[in-house]
């Protein structure tokens, strides 16, 4: 069947998120093909939207693999999402519009929604809320350049891939900083709603690690 380029993005990058695909993983252009049956022109675009994310890394003369994340690459990553959108969450507050801040209670209203219904699907519903949540507080910053650094790291695997490691009792603590970090923007506070990100980041760091670390002992 045909497929565009976004179609095939879509499909791989959710396998790579599931772990179909996991670190490591060679992915050739002939493999795909023959996978999602499409030709290779869309293969070619897709994968290198995925190198842009770096959710997959190409080698000279042998191909493209699916990122291998070190610990220190997670600590960077974290590192900066603390920083930077704690800033854009103390510039939200100074400049948001009465529309954003609507529409920030509205994705966390999803987002307890979907926490609640607990679909099979719940998990990746609830990473998507998250990002687009994210992406409102650096939205409502109106910093472009914050906006289009930050994006590419909520974009991430490992940004990404953080709710599958939530327990229930983390995924309740984050809609509550959600909550939080939408009031102190409402509110005008800045400082506020600045070190409630920081925290928000901080804790989702600190889970993602436990989980990692369990399971490598489990291995």
Aim: charged content about 25%; some cysteine; aromatic content about 6%.
């Amino acid at each position: 069947m045909a497929q565009t380029s976004s179609a095939v993005y879509d499909l791989v990058r959710s396998r790579i998120m599931a772990g179909h695909y996991g670190p490591g993983t060679h992915l050739t252009e002939g493999q795909l093909c023959q996978e999602l049956d499409v030709s290779r022109t869309p293969v070619r675009a897709a994968l290198r939207r995925l190198g842009d994310e770096g959710l997959i890394q190409t080698e000279p003369n042998r191909g493209a693999f699916v990122a291998q994340w070190t610990q220190s690459d997670i600590d960077e990553v974290f590192d900066l999402r603390c920083v930077l959108e704690a800033r854009g969450a103390s510039l939200a507050a100074q400049r948001r519009s009465s529309d954003e801040c609507a529409d920030l209670r509205k994705s966390v209203k999803e987002m307890s929604r979907i926490a609640e219904a607990k679909k099979p699907t719940y998990k990746d519903d609830l990473h998507h809320n998250n990002r687009e949540f994210h992406l409102l507080v650096l939205s409502a910053a109106r910093s472009p350049r914050l906006y289009k650094i930050t994006e590419q790291l909520t974009a991430t695997s490992v940004t990404l891939g953080t709710f599958f490691y939530y327990s229930e009792t983390d995924i309740a603590r984050s809609i509550q900083f959600h909550h939080d970090i939408v009031d102190a923007i409402e509110q005008h506070n800045s400082s506020v709603a600045e070190s409630l990100m920081s925290a928000h980041i901080g804790v989702a760091h600190v889970a993602f690690a436990a989980e990692r670390f369990r399971e490598s002992t489990e291995g």
